[in-house]
């Protein structure tokens, strides 16, 4: 049953969601700076709040690359983002990002990665041809963690 | 000594067990460290397996953990089936709560969470190893690994194996090499000490060994051969120095000899080797059935000439009077110095007593000779005792005891006699001995007296001198001088006698003057001895100041024989004594040897008829012719005349009518002692009241 705020199986995928920018690698900013990676989320809010306060811990925890958290609407440009439902897949902040949806319910084309429940157990998949039409590394061992799949 | 085996250990087996113990010593540190080293690597490699295994576990279970999938973290885990060692494999999460777990079939996690800390350990067999999973600076988990060690085990026994392999073969090649070594090395050495036994024992000094490389065994055969070189240098000098000290010894030798066995004065067998001698002789007469003569000779008056013309002229006597005996006798017979003025004689082979006493008597005659000695012609002779083999004495000692015996009983038969042995004489020896003693004694504690005799004038009707008789208290009785006096003179206390007859003559004499008594001279009797001493002057002085006395109150008497001695000496002496004031007197005169024409010359004042002519007188006529042809002499010289020992009224009638005014005699007084003579010097004389 829902407890009020956010779920326990959000909670672990808020925090796989954090967990997979380790694992991925995004080619390189063309700047002189470091740019944060833009985290996109299309959530609710109870869930925006708590990948919000789980990104600034991060962000705070260690010399790492830092994680810019936005609405996927207010967004410009997105490098990861996390779906609980389907949008446009046209929108231009998207067209280069790395799309996680929540389920496989969400039903997103171009979607990278999926969650999955197997065994009353939070589980993803990985499309590593929508990866590596991004252009982007995973890890093997994310690899090892995922259901693979390719395009159909 | 060391032993192995019940054999003594040489140096060498010393030496070499020496460097097997070092080398055992080293090799077993060496394989020690080895073995450990080699077991550390092990451990420390096993160690650094346990670590890289639970780095990689960590790196690849981490994503598992992050994304809470633990089958994945299970595959991973199973990955560790391959290695044997491995008995489990946990992985906990961040709370430490198991989240995947490997284990060997059967094996249970044997360890709590709460007890470990990170980090590696060894515990019962097994390596343990604790660790965090992290990502960055999170803690993702923990992992524990555990591996049994039996590979280790078998490492280390393996290594064992190897270090003890090892070990035993360095052992045996050690000492392979080292004996090889020594043995190559102690070679010359080994030579070295054969060569040093056959000097040490067989004197062989000419071996040397070839010289080597210049290393220290080579310095030490240089130094060997050097040595060797010296010792035989050496040697060699001994050898020569043996030979020199062999021709000393055995020429000092024949010196000992001689002078153990010869007199160094007159070359003639000694007391020793006389004694030897005479042994022989007596087992030769034993043997043989045959008789031998021993005789012990002493020359009369020799001290009289030793003392008064020095030791010098005693000697060359000596020396004359030994080769006048050797020629006296047969050259089988002995003749040795027994010491002193005596002399001993062999003769071995001798066929009676009638042959023995005419040798004696030839020896006799031969010494009597005057004899020119350093300007010096001396009158001299001999009394001879003689004891006989076998029957007088069996051995060596009895026969010059026994000889020795008789020679004393010639001597008191006046000067130039020969006497047999009898045993008779061994108790008048014995009486001498006695008598000696006696004497000795009185010296000692002056137990001397002297009495005092009257010489009566018959012209002056007095007394016009004393006599001073010495007589010997032996605590009985008092001794006559004519016996022990001979005695003195033998045993050498004539002088410090005649000393003391000195003395107390002048200080009784100086006594009765001080009583205010008529006093006379006194006359002392000096023996030849006291008046040939260098200082009989001198003494006669001291006794004379000593006493406070003139020395026209002292008179000397001395006898013929004082001339026979040295006549020069004796007139030297005699005049000084006159020119000091002091009369002399010749006492006895008429018994002697006198020369008459040397009375001529004499400083005398005096001449004393002796008693025997006076006891002779009216019995016989030559007796009376004697006298009266010395109281001729006596007054046509102008000396005084006394007759001595007038005991008869017509005795005095016969002397004064030929011409002799002075007499002294029992006739007139026996001899007094001090007290007596004080009383007698204040009376008239007693024979002119008795005539």
Redesign the interface.
Known sequence: MEQPGLSKENKIKATYLLHFTKYIHWPAAQSLVPVPLRLCLDTTVVFYDFMADIITRYNASGPHRLIQLEQVVNAANCELTYLQNQVQPSLSQLSHSLLVVESEAVGQPHSGITFYTLQRKIRFSINIDVLAGLNLSVSSELLKLARIEHNA | MPRLFGKPISFFTKQLLGIIAINLLILAIASGLIYSSFVDDYRDNLLNIMQSKATLLSA?S???L????NE?AHKILASLAQYPAMRFAQIYDANKAPFAGYSRAGLPVDVSLDTLTLGSFFSQDNVYLFSRIQ????VLGYLLLSADTDSLLGRQQRYGRIVIWVFVLSLLLAYLLNWRLQKRMLAPITQLSKLVGSVAQQGLYHKRLAPRAADEIGTLITGVNSMLDTIQEHQKQLRDHNERLEGVVELKTTELFTRANYDALTQLPNRHLLTDRLTHGIENARRENTELALMFLDLDRFKVINDSLGHAIGDQLLEQVAAELTEAVRKSDTVGRWGGDEFVILLEHVEDKNSIEKIAWQIIDKITQPMLVGGHQLHVSASIGIARYPQDGIDAANLLLHADTSMYKAKVQGPGKCHFFTYAMLDASIERLSLETQVRQATKNKAFTLFYQPKISLSQQNFIGLEALIRMNNGDQYVSPTAFLPVAEDVGLMHSISIWVLNEACQQNAAWLEAGLPIVPVAVNLPVSFLLDQQCVEHIEQALCKAGLAPEFLEVEITENTFMASTELAIEVLKKLRKLGVNVAIDDFGTGYSCLAYLRDLPIGTLKIDGTFVKGLGKKSGNDGIVQTIITLGRGLGLELVAEGVEQQYQVDILAAMGCSVFQGYYFSRPLNATDMATYLGKPVQGFKAR
């Not at chain 2, 992050?66 to 999938?69: G, P, R």
């Not at chain 2, 990502?135 to 999170?138: N, R």
Request: no cysteine; hydrophobic share 30%; charged share 15%.
């Open positions: 690849t981490s994503s598992a992050l994304f809470n999938d994945a990502q960055g600076s999170d």
